[in-house]
């Protein structure tokens, strides 16, 4: 069976969060929630709502590099002071904490932010090939309802946008 | 009053921001001829400087540092506002940030840039500079990581690293825009910048929760970072220097400048750019508001350290104290208190904040009260520490001077590029700003956001931003 | 291995000045300075000057604050009642004279604040400036309290010293260029050679095999330099005698025989240079 990734356009945001929903309710046959993903010009709030709590695992990227950053910066900068014996005293003991606090805080938040941006790249699954169902107007003021389905529910999902005031529909056949 | 004319037309939002990318036309050109000679007056410094000595700027004993550091703290300070402003205000939802915080934070990192030269600039070596980073040789050898000024080599570059990536982040929506409009080299630059971004829900997501921790990360590193420049004198042991309160007063003073400097390019850019949409007058109404409250508070913490100087009748501290008051740099000090603490009052009459060309005036004068203040800060505590033999008055030279200007160049060079290649008003956030402003209004939200935009094709809304 | 290391020596390496210090000191170099014998003629900065290739910077650069002696000797105009009288200028007579050099400082406030550690407490008690080192940040120069760091603002060696006067360079140190920190070293080459040669001896340094270029030159032997670790040696005797110690932030002396005081000893810098204050008449 051919699979198909079809987009709907549509500039009424409210319409296109309706398709959505009878998506979620069942109207089309053989389409679930998953198979919903939407492209928009802002960040939309309510896309969480109609579709449901999606996972973000950056905070766990960020957790982790922020521990990272934390005890690599101490055991590194204790370290090389432990090794590093004709070292400047001015009467301070060869490991200073306070000194070490403080770039110890620099290195957490410095790792944790590069871990965000890592895990940020990685979840969002950025710097990856764009699909050719791609529209300049998600750009701009509209927004894409990315459904992927089969040819069973097709013409149902293209019924469906239309009766949504769907502006423009886009396809691609995956495989 | 509106912050934002909630009735703008999406399309038209692109179209204003695009246009404000297109080919520049001769005034830019002007402008930028005006930072490079600026650039090339500090280069003929530098390069002096460096095949004679430090003594040509008539540094010397006891004034090793001299307007070089208190220009070096001048651009870190200034650097504060835009990053953290832009992260607090992100954090407590105050939208209006929204339209100006681009620029903010492109300042940030541009200032941040500029100050970052000035250690280099500064040091008699500098050919040896890298020996400040903690780099593993066969030798053995570390940098010393008591001296604040390694601590302000880690966090400088931690603080640039941040806020150029929370910069980079938070424009990757509207470099995907620009990807969709331009052509030529300008399109691959998109292209490789913008990551892949296609606005779908998982990007979206993803992307919320890295701004948010992005910013929960910076607002205390920007804290961090001046307070650690504010340990380059607070952890030395001369009068004048070692003050408890100089880390809240750094960074108040950082947060008074970098806002006088937000005023400064907003209205800039509101005239050059015809950004009267998004740039509004309420806009800077609140920032004025803001910067008044930081001027108080920066007042108060100035107070705070001559009260607390005099009545702990330290005879040395109170001695600096007393020879700013009433010594050679006296003019330079009130001159400082006048427009850190006396100016900023225009800040809270309504008829002065709502008036541009003074809020312009305004904005420089307390930018040079506080470019004034760091001076004020490094110079009288070495004219007149502890020992008296070496008290000496002295005023700094040519190659100095003109270090100092050029920098101004390279920082104004540095804001001219990013005008021209990267959108100085977030495309993305602004709509956001009008759509969840209308949000709850009524029915006609999308039909009014929707309607084709007069001369703008109605296809794509490109102007085309022409990569030659 | 480094953890390894740092677990193992934990405590030794959290041990600041006042638990001892991380050092096992060899040597305590220090020096005592009589006021009462400095009659001010200058001889020991002339003197540090030729063995410490100290450059001559000139009257302009002199002017500009550029100067780079490393003792210098500082006049006070402070006898109350020898106050220039209307028809003169300047006070005539009743100067009094502070030779300084680097007081070689035990809590030094120079070295914590040097960014690449080239400036550090030797175990021989001294605070010494690594030249190869310095990239001339001047932080410890304003964080000396005494102001006894200078700084070569200039390629001084190109002027200062006209031939044939290169020739009297001393060949034990080096001729510093520009952007590097300089200050006394208590004459660390003499300290290094006497070292020396002691162990080839087979002795340990005796008081008196040191003498720093200043000692040597003053006509009234108002310095006495020697080794503080040493029980039996002249300025271990005058410290004692003049009640003043090291690791103290004040003296409670009230003989008026026990003239011994540390400049700015109030301000915890540990210096190793006691002074001998002037006796005035009253």
């Known amino acids: ?175 | 009053m509106k912050d934002i004319n909630e009735d703008i037309k999406w399309a038209q939002i692109n179209a204003d921001v695009l246009r404000s990318m297109e080919t520049p036309r001769l005034g830019y050109w002007i402008a930028v001829a005006t930072c490079v000679a600026m650039i090339a007056c500090a280069v003929v410094a530098e390069i002096y400087q460096y095949k004679h000595g430090m003594g040509y700027g008539l540094l010397n004993w006891p004034h090793m540092w001299d307007i070089y550091i208190a220009t070096f703290i001048f651009w870190i300070g200034m650097s504060h506002s835009g990053t953290l402003l832009s992260a607090i205000l992100h954090i407590i939802h105050a939208d209006w940030r929204k339209p100006i915080y681009r620029f903010a934070e492109a300042m940030t990192t541009f200032s941040l840039m500029t100050a970052g030269l000035f250690p280099i600039i500064h040091i008699g070596r500098l050919w040896n500079m890298y020996w400040v980073l903690p780099y593993v040789t066969d030798r053995g050898i570390w940098p010393n990581f008591r001296s604040p000024l390694v601590w302000d080599a880690f966090a400088i570059s931690t603080y640039l690293t941040s806020s150029a990536l929370f910069l980079y982040i938070g424009m990757i929506p509207d470099l995907a825009i620009c990807r969709d409009n331009a052509r030529g080299w300008r399109k691959k630059l998109y292209i490789a910048l913008s990551l892949g971004w296609r606005g779908d829900d998982r990007q979206w997501r993803n992307f919320r929760r890295t701004y948010l921790l992005m910013a929960c990360f910076l607002i205390p590193l920007a804290v961090s970072v001046h307070s650690i420049v504010s340990s380059d004198f607070a952890m030395s042991i001369m009068p004048g220097w070692h003050v408890t309160t100089f880390p809240p007063y750094f960074v108040a003073g950082a947060l008074y400048s970098g806002c006088a400097a937000i005023i400064t390019l907003f209205v800039l850019l509101r005239y050059f750019f015809r950004f009267e949409e998004y740039m509004t007058i309420a806009i800077l109404e609140k920032t004025c508001k803001l910067t008044f409250a930081i001027a108080m508070a920066w007042t108060y913490l100035n107070l705070i350290e001559f009260a607390s100087t005099w009545y702990g009748h330290d005879v040395a501290s109170k001695e600096v104290l007393l020879q700013k008051f009433y010594g050679p740099y006296a003019p330079f000090f009130w001159m400082m208190m006048f427009c850190g603490s006396v100016v900023p009052f225009t800040l809270a009459i309504r008829k002065f904040r709502r008036h541009i060309p003074t809020m312009f005036v305004v904005s420089l004068l307390l930018n040079l009260g506080m470019w004034l203040e760091r001076w004020m800060i490094v110079t009288p505590t070495l004219a007149n520490a502890y020992h008296p033999i070496a008290w000496d008055t002295m005023w700094p030279g040519m190659v100095q001077w003109a270090i100092v200007f050029g920098s101004f160049g390279w920082f104004g060079l540095l804001f001219l590029v990013f005008v021209k290649i990267f959108p100085s008003v977030s495309m993305y956030e602004v709509k956001e700003m009008v759509y969840h402003r209308r949000g709850h209004a009524g029915k006609d939200t999308e039909e009014v956001l929707h309607r084709p935009v007069e001369g703008v094709r109605a296809t794509t809304g490109r102007p085309g931003l022409e990569g030659a | 291995m480094s953890l390894q290391n740092i677990l193992n020596n934990w405590d030794k390496y959290r041990k600041g000045h006042e638990a001892g210090g991380h050092h096992v000191y060899e040597h305590m170099w220090s020096m005592v300075i009589d006021l009462n014998k400095c009659i001010g003629c200058g001889a020991c900065s002339v003197a540090c000057y030729a063995e410490n290739n100290l450059a001559v910077v000139g009257k302009d650069r002199f002017e500009k604050g550029q100067a780079m002696h490393w003792l210098r000797i500082e006049r006070y105009w402070d006898e109350p009642n020898l106050k220039p009288t209307a028809s003169d200028e300047f006070q005539q007579h009743g100067a009094s004279f502070l030779p300084m050099m680097c007081q070689q400082c035990n809590a030094a406030t120079c070295e914590p604040v040097c960014p690449v550690a080239a400036t550090y407490h030797t175990p021989d008690g001294l605070n010494a400036q690594v030249y190869n080192r310095c990239i001339g940040s001047r932080y410890c120069s304003n964080n000396c309290p005494y102001r006894l760091r200078y700084f070569n603002f200039y390629s001084f060696y190109e002027t200062s010293w006209p031939e044939p006067l290169n020739l009297q360079l001393n060949p034990d140190l080096s001729v510093r260029d520009k952007g590097v920190m300089e200050k006394c070293t208590f004459c660390v080459q003499r300290i290094r050679t006497a070292k020396d040669t002691a162990r080839r001896e087979g002795r340990k340094v005796r008081d008196g095999d040191v003498q720093t270029a200043c000692q040597q030159s003053c006509p009234t032997t108002a310095i006495v330099f020697g080794d503080m670790l040493d029980p039996e040696s002249r300025v271990t005797k005058l410290w004692k005698a003049h009640e003043v110690e090291l690791g103290k932030t004040a003296q409670h002396k009230q003989h008026p025989e026990k003239r011994g005081y540390r400049i700015f000893e109030g301000l915890n810098t540990d210096p190793c240079v006691m002074y001998l204050e002037r006796v005035r008449e009253v």
């Open chain 1, 1 to 175: 069976m051919k699979k198909y990734r079809i987009m709907g356009l549509f500039s009424n945001f409210r319409e296109a969060f309706r398709v959505v929903e009878d998506i979620k309710g069942g109207k089309v046959s053989g389409l679930k929630l998953d198979d919903v993903s939407t492209m928009s010009p802002i960040e939309h709030p309510e896309i969480d709502e109609v579709l449901g709590a999606r996972p973000s695992p950056v905070p766990k990227f960020t957790l982790t590099g922020a521990l990272f950053g934390m005890t690599f910066g101490f055991l590194f900068l204790a370290s090389a002071q432990a090794t590093f014996l004709v070292q400047p005293q001015g009467g301070k003991p060869v490991i200073p904490l306070p000194s070490n606090i403080v770039l110890t805080y620099e290195m957490l938040i410095l790792f944790g932010v590069l871990f965000t941006l890592a895990g940020f790249l990685i979840s969002a699954r950025m710097l990856t090939k764009r699909p050719a169902i791609y529209s300049e107007k998600v750009g701009i003021d509209q927004i894409g309802i990315v459904l992927e389905l089969d040819e069973k529910s097709y013409e149902p999902a293209k019924a469906l946008f239309k009766s949504h005031g769907v502006l423009e529909i886009r396809e691609e056949v995956v495989k």
